[in-house]
């Protein structure tokens, strides 16, 4: 364990049971706006943040024995958003925050083999093929538009290589029209941000190290990312490279003026939780987004954002409840007036855009933000 | 589990599903202990089984009854007593936070009827469109309406409301048979007390177990008024803004009045951490006014009146701080949760009880020399008044409180050798009644109160011969 038994104790006693976090703030708007995805749909209190947080204590103390099916399911089939998190602070003050307790919740699991097989072949897949969905083909960037000399690296991402290329596609596509000099790593690892997520961190040693030697060796200070959940990973876990780490949004907001031709597009902005909740970026997606589109406010935003439900390992466990709280996201953003819902992360758009899909016929319209930026720009 | 047990979780899943209805162990842990568990040790259900409607609780019942296993209802858990933790192995825990509708809202009555998962928070998102709310505890938002009104939950945010907020409701027993109280039982008309015969919604709620399910609940409504003021006042000790009290109550001024100390509610009612509280005196009284126009002026010239004889400072404070309290009193209570961040990983004790204002700075008194007997710092004991309007005896709402370390078994000791001699000693002073008869508190008025407990038993007994409702909360 990386936290003390004691340290992880005490923070359980402090939970109160009070629920609290379960909803977003009620004052000033007084509306009921449900905040856990997971205690939503399952509705057990296991599935909320106090429950989970009496599940440990009981793994602490030997209580709980065995990997059984509702053990797993309350564990694994929770986003790792902090949406609770963000609630709780505000009210006990308390230090140690929920999704800290639940992913050291899981790397205790994983050290006693209590798994879900779903996960554990992820695992394998990036020992064979270095990525996540166990891809066996490149993903190709053009080499003449690369510098290797270049200050900006553009780290891709497993999600946007290989299941939303277009996030990629767009954002190299930003890099030639603004001119802009940058180079991409000649062979590119998982950042190890599903391994973390899920308990594994034994197995996503190897990707770290890896990736570390990479980005020291092409001499780049700068390392963008489309994807909220690697530069999480390489904010928190990986070693200080002394490079810069930059999403996307906020690379794009030093540019200045890019001549952008704003589309009249009604657009809700989603934060993603990487990149809100646990990275501080509130302002700098809202800043490109409404050089693009009209805003249109959804009543759960910033640190009280509804989660697309795909995180923490959901998506590829529990798909159907990672698609139901897509679909909540979306009825909220065309509550909201919007014609598009629009994140600044590979999974949000690509669970989102499912979920329009499917549940929603079509209806709302899914983007990045580097899609709508790189279609703005005047090539 | 063993076999019997787990055939009976398939029974229970063929009447509320299979996916409502668990004996996953781990599932059940997570109902296994609340905040109290210094004082109600941790113990799993055996099930948990999630009813959708009255049908399937009433077919549950009927099973755990013929079987005599315990049953646990369960609203939202959040009684901070240890409530719904079962005493006996092989409990059921029926958790009802899926019948969440709200029956009705009748704005000319000046009534809502719920179910047991509909929560303050969900009940004052629709209650406000006409201009309406119902009665707040001072418990965070999203407890339970029915649970708490059953367990007779009537202190609240506003003094004005008074005391009694539940109409009628209907409730079925461990048999199967539905009881309705109050005009409820006579025709479609849930909204008056009493019908027939007795007061029977007084006689079936208020027990530390209970008699039955509750599964609809008719509660009265107030009304929102635009005009409102605060008041924030500063003393030095608890006997001195008594008089003033007493005037507001009197009078009946203020909708909301509250005393307390400045290093516990008050952050709660501000909805801050970050404010130098040691910097004003040791007590705050906390009033608001409001009414419609000509009355709210009225009120608010004699609270000015009374205000100037009270012997206390007149706080300037934040603006905001009026909002809060505001939005606190009248539109749920979201922030007084914060009373748990007050001592880094806080808990929170409390002996609630209800006495008159007279007795109120020797509550206090007592309350500080107990503590300081049993080994409890000073800078952990703090104080709440809540004044009820309309009763006679001044009757005020009063909490004993102590904030800690919920992660300090030691601590936990000394707050128990506090509980029993503390119970003790308000007996003998003299109070009302607890706040609710929970654990701990039984044995030593049971004592005292003659044949009465026993026609209490007898009465449980006839409601649930088997004794498979909270068994082991009571007697
Ligand atoms: C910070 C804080 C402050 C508080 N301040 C106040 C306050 O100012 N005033 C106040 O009144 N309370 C207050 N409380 C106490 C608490 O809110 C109430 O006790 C609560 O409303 C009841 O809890 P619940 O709704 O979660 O019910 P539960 O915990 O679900 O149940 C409580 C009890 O009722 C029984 N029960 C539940 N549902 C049913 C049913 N449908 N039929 C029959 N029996 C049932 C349970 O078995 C149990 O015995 C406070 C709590 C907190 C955390
Ligand atoms: S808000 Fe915090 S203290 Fe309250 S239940 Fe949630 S995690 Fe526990
Ligand atoms: S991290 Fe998100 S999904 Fe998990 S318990 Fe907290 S709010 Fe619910």
New interface residues.
């Given amino acids: 364990m990386e936290l003390e038994k004691e340290e992880i104790?005490?923070?359980i006693?402090?939970?109160?049971?009070?629920?609290?976090c379960?909803?977003a703030?009620?004052?000033?708007n007084?509306?009921?706006l449900p905040l856990c995805p997971s205690g939503e749909y399952y509705?057990?209190?296991?599935f909320y943040a106090?429950?989970?947080m009496?599940?440990f204590?009981?793994i602490l103390e030997g209580?709980?024995t065995?990997p059984?099916?509702?053990?797993l399911k309350?564990?694994y089939a929770c986003t790792v958003c902090g949406a609770c998190y963000e609630k709780c602070k505000q009210?006990?003050?308390?230090e140690l925050g929920a999704p800290e307790l639940f992913e050291e919740m899981r790397r205790e699991m994983a050290s006693k083999g209590w798994i879900l097989d779903v996960h554990t072949s992820i695992a394998d897949k990036i020992k064979e093929t270095k990525n996540a969905y166990g891809e066996k083909y490149e993903y190709k960037v053009n080499a003449e538009t690369t510098d290797g000399n270049a200050d900006v690296l553009y780290y891709i991402g497993c999600t946007a290589r290989y299941r939303v290329p277009e996030i990629a596609d767009a954002m190299l596509g930003i890099f030639d029209k603004l001119g802009l000099k940058y180079q991409v790593m000649g062979e590119e690892w998982c950042c190890g941000s599903v391994l973390f997520r899920t308990g594994q961190v034994e197995a996503a040693k190897e990707l770290v190290a890896h990736n570390v030697e990479e980005i020291k060796r092409s001499g780049a200070k700068t390392v963008v990312f489309t994807c909220p959940g690697c530069l999480k990973t390489f904010e928190k876990n990986y070693p200080d490279m002394g490079v810069e780490l930059l999403h996307s949004t906020q690379f794009l907001t030093r540019q200045g003026n890019m001549n952008l031709k704003k589309e009249g597009l009604k657009a809700a902005y989603h934060d993603p939780c990487h990149l809100g909740r646990d990275l501080g970026i509130y302002e700098e997606p809202r800043a490109v987004l409404s050089e693009v589109a009209d805003i249109k406010k959804m009543k759960r935003e910033r640190e009280q954002a509804w989660c697309c439900g795909s995180g923490g390992g959901v998506k590829s466990a529990f798909d159907d409840f990672a698609l139901w709280s897509a679909a909540e996201r979306l009825k909220e953003a065309k509550e909201a007036g919007a014609e598009a819902l629009v994140s600044a992360c590979p999974f949000c758009k690509r669970n989102l855009k499912e979920a329009a899909e499917k549940e929603q016929q079509g209806e709302l319209e899914v983007y990045d933000i580097v899609e709508l930026v790189n279609r703005c720009l005047e090539g | 589990m063993n076999e019997t047990f787990s055939t009976l979780v398939k029974e229970l899943q063929a009447i509320v599903g299979e996916r409502n209805a668990t004996d996953d162990r781990a599932i059940c842990t997570s109902y296994s202990r609340d905040q109290h568990w210094h004082f109600v040790p941790a113990k799993n259900p055996a099930c948990i089984v999630r009813p959708g409607n009255k049908e399937e609780v009433r077919t549950v019942l009927m099973l755990a009854n013929t079987h005599k296993i315990p049953v646990i209802p369960y609203s939202t858990g959040i009684n901070v007593r240890g409530l719904t933790i079962p005493v006996h192995d092989g409990s059921i825990l029926l958790d009802l936070s899926r019948m969440n509708r709200i029956l009705e809202i009748n704005p000319d009555m000046k009534t809502a009827t719920v179910e047991p998962g509909v929560t303050f928070g969900m009940l004052q998102e629709q209650t406000r469109k006409y201009k309406l709310r119902p009665a707040f505890p001072d418990a965070p938002l999203t407890v339970s309406v029915l649970a708490n009104y059953y367990l007779r939950g009537i202190y609240q945010t506003s003094a004005t409301d008074g005391h009694d907020h539940t109409i009628s409701y209907e409730m079925i027993l461990p048999n199967g048979e539905t009881l309705k109280t109050g005009s409820r039982a006579l025709s479609e008309m849930p909204y008056f007390r009493y019908g027939v015969g007795p007061d029977f919604a007084g006689m079936f709620c208020a027990h530390p177990g209970t008699c039955g399910v509750v599964t609809e609940l008719t509660a009265k409504l107030y009304r929102l008024y635009d005009n409102r003021k605060e008041y924030f006042i500063g003393f030095d000790d608890v006997g001195t803004p008594t008089k003033f009290i007493y005037n507001l109550m009197h009078d009946e001024l203020a909708a909301s009045i509250r005393l307390v100390d400045n290093q516990s509610w008050l952050k709660g009612i501000f909805g801050t951490f970050d404010y130098p509280y040691e910097e004003l005196p040791k007590f705050v009284l906390c009033v608001l006014v409001e009414g419609v126009d000509g009355i709210f002026d009225a009120k608010d010239t004699l609270v000015r009146a009374y205000m100037k004889e009270c012997g206390g400072q007149v706080l300037e404070l934040p603006a905001e701080f009026a909002s809060t309290f505001e939005h606190e009193s009248l539109s749920g209570a979201e922030k007084s949760c914060m009373v748990f961040g007050i001592k880094g990983r806080g808990n929170y004790h409390c002996i609630g009880l209800y006495g008159p204002l007279t007795l109120a700075a020797k509550y206090y008194e007592m309350h500080e020399k107990t503590a300081l007997e049993v080994g409890i710092p000073q800078d952990h004991v703090h104080f709440y008044i809540d004044p009820i309007y309309r009763f006679h005896g001044q009757l005020c709402y009063f909490e004993l409180d102590v904030f800690y370390d919920g992660s300090d078994e030691e601590f936990g000791d000394k707050l128990r050798n506090y509980n029993e001699k503390q119970f003790h000693r308000l007996l003998e002073l003299g109070i009302y009644g607890w706040f609710r008869p929970y654990a701990g508190i039984i044995e030593p008025t049971a004592e005292r109160i003659g044949y009465l407990a026993e026609v209490w038993k007898k009465f449980l007994h006839v409601l649930d011969p088997n004794e498979i409702m909270n068994r082991g909360k009571l007697f």
């Avoid at chain 1, 703030?25 to 000033?28: N, R, V, W």
């Fill in positions: 104790l005490s923070a006693h402090h939970c109160v049971k009070c629920k609290l379960s909803i703030s009620f004052h000033p007084e509306e009921w509705g057990y209190q296991a106090p429950g989970k009496e599940i204590r009981a209580e709980i065995e059984s099916e509702g053990l309350s564990v009210i006990t003050s308390v």
